[in-house]
């Protein structure tokens, strides 16, 4: 009875689904010409070890690797949102290359205003995160505010966005954790961390790949919905008005004097 459940939110006004024929134009500014048609998938993070990005780029030559094998050509492309120098995390440059997938990874490392992140999320097929711990994940649900599906391991608060919790549904793909660590310092302990591999993340890109036209707009109407309602801003604004406003009256109410004696 201590606790109650206040998930963040995102304005609606900063995040939010462009038309499509913008999508098509934006597409062209920010990939090239001749890429309008390309699958694009988004990660936006720090480069650092929890975040897993060389992993990711681990999963990714899988998958450009299975697309050729499968269809015939790499009309394909990961945005990665970070520094791929941060003293945090691995080279991604030298990853990129040593994976051969340099050619298909677009990183972008610059400071960027609401507006132009809006149009990464709004071009981008898939959001991904693939953090081996991750509180809530903000990323996943800017990109769900404008339909744009997500990839996410079930930690964390990953999951409450992934998996609607109403029927068990996913916004995407929930990739389910494989095996744990248990690690920790002097700081904290102990603390789990969950993976999932490199193969099962490379095998839901290739699930949303495949979806069709039809089934990726329907995922898309489905993902804007669950982040509207259930990541309401009003929703969280009153939320936190009434939890304070409880406490506040609870504490009062049965708030009880200490009488100090001297012995």
């Known amino acids: 009875g201590k606790v109650n459940f206040i998930p963040h939110a995102v304005p609606e006004e900063i995040y939010y689904e462009l038309p499509e024929s913008e999508k098509a ?5 920010v990939l090239g010409p001749g890429k309008e048609d390309w699958f694009v998938g988004i990660w936006i993070n720090r480069n650092a070890k929890r975040k897993r990005p060389n992993d990711l780029l681990w999963a990714w030559k899988l998958f450009m690797d299975n697309l050729e094998k499968t269809h015939g050509h790499r009309k394909a492309c990961l945005i990665m949102h970070t520094d791929p120098l941060d003293g945090e995390g691995p080279n991604l440059f ?3 290359e040593k994976l051969g997938v340099n050619e298909s990874v677009w990183f972008s490392s610059e400071r960027l205003e ?5 149009v990464l999320y709004n071009i981008s097929d898939f959001c991904i995160n693939v953090s081996l711990a991750e509180g809530f994940g903000l990323g996943t649900l800017e990109a769900m505010m404008g339909g744009t599906p997500i990839i996410t ?3 964390g608060g990953l999951t409450r ?11 995407g793909v929930a990739l389910p954790i494989e095996y744990k660590t ?14 999932v591999s490199a193969e099962t993340i490379s095998d839901a890109i290739m699930k949303l790949y495949s979806l069709s036209p039809e ?10 919905e669950y982040a509207k309602t259930q990541f309401n801003i009003q929703d969280t604004v009153d939320d936190w008005h009434s939890t304070l406003s409880e406490c506040i009256e609870s504490f009062k109410n049965g708030y009880q004097a200490w009488r100090c004696e001297e012995l």
């Open 25 to 29: 134009e934006m597409r062209r500014q």
């Open 94 to 96: 030298a990853a990129a």
């Open 114 to 118: 609401f507006d132009k992140i809006n």
């Open 153 to 155: 391991p079930k930690t």
């Open 161 to 171: 966005q992934v998996e609607d919790h109403r029927d068990g549904s996913h916004n």
């Open 182 to 195: 248990l690690v920790g310092s002097q700081g904290v302990p102990y603390i789990y961390e969950d993976y």
């Open 215 to 224: 089934e990726k707009r329907d995922l898309s109407k489905k993902v804007k």
